[in-house]
């Protein structure tokens, strides 16, 4: 049996208001003990997912402050509840060779676009449409549909000069929306999968009857049924050899990671919607004294 000692872990958090990244405020908290059937995690790396800024803008319903925003993180586990024995519902194994910052920018992304092809009924052979290439959804989407879905032709959305980015992921072709109107694009699409939120627009790209996926919230046409993501750490594992051979990587914007101590400037960069892949925050820095724990 091993003893470690903990004392305060750093955060983020919406202490008395909703609002812009200025109302999140720095902090420290007691490191808790993990209950029954819980994990405790030493985060080495997380990253911020644009339904993070969202929720702090316009909360879907009432939530008792403080809040701590975010669900995206790698690191180490140092502690266990009662009960655990081994990883199940949220929590993966990270591969030996992707990075603790690259891990961190996976999940949310990951299982966003795995979800979106399952609900589109997606086969292999069929042709896709991605909205916002360059994003986290976006480019987890277009990896993703080459090589675990198989699509016969990979289209993706982005603006100039990161064509030969996306094309570098796998795409078969890229629309440069900056130059070309959706009415403008001549081929028709067995899927549309919308990061961006623009699916007013982007359905003329579809096919008759196709499904049209739209990511963001609130969704951009009123009728449209909606669904929550299942977060599961089952995707994760089916997912491991595709990390684990690089077909899958991971994709973090060139300007992270950023240092915990600038973690608003990173809110600040991912609100701007010109991010390309990931912002990561790393390294996510706590103190270590006086609270024991065996693992």
């Known amino acids: 049996m091993k003893t470690e000692s903990f004392n305060v872990s750093q955060l983020v958090q919406l202490t008395s208001q909703y609002g812009p990244k200025e109302v999140l405020q720095q902090g420290a908290i007691p490191i808790p003990y993990p209950r029954a ?3 405790l995690v030493q ?16 909360p879907l319903g009432p939530v008792d402050l403080p809040v701590v925003p975010g669900c995206d993180m790698a690191g ?4 266990k509840g009662d009960g655990v024995l081994r990883f199940d519902e949220l929590v993966a194994v990270k591969p030996k060779n992707v990075l603790f910052e690259e891990a961190a920018s996976l999940p949310v992304v990951v299982q966003t676009a795995v979800e ?18 360059a994003g986290g959804v976006g480019t987890s989407a277009l990896q993703l549909a080459k090589q675990l879905y198989k699509a016969s032709v990979v289209t993706a959305t982005i603006s100039t000069g990161k064509v030969d980015f996306l094309k570098g992921l796998g795409a078969n072709k890229v629309v440069d929306y900056t130059k070309t109107r959706y ?27 196709a499904p049209v996926i739209d990511v963001t919230w609130p969704p951009s046409i009123p009728r449209a049924q909606h669904t929550s ?16 051979s690089r077909r899958l990587k991971a994709v973090i914007d060139p300007t992270s990671p950023f240092p915990f101590s600038n973690v608003i400037e990173a809110f600040g960069h991912l609100e701007t919607g010109r991010t390309r ?5 790393s390294p996510v820095v706590s103190s270590s004294h006086h609270l024991d724990f065996c693992t």
Do not use: M
């Open 37 to 39: 059937d819980q994990l």
């Open 43 to 58: 985060v080495h790396a997380a990253a911020l997912n644009p339904i993070d800024f969202k929720l702090r803008r316009n």
């Open 76 to 79: 180490v586990v140092v502690a």
């Open 116 to 133: 979106g092809f399952k609900t589109a009924g997606f086969q292999e052979g069929q042709s896709v449409f991605i909205v916002g290439g």
């Open 183 to 209: 009415v403008e694009v001549k081929e028709k699409y067995d899927f549309v999968f919308n990061t961006i939120g623009d699916s007013r627009k982007s359905y003329v790209v579809a096919k008759e009857g």
């Open 229 to 244: 993501l299942t977060v599961s750490g089952k995707i994760l594992e089916e997912l491991r050899p595709y990390l684990e």
């Open 277 to 281: 892949g990931k912002v990561v925050i």
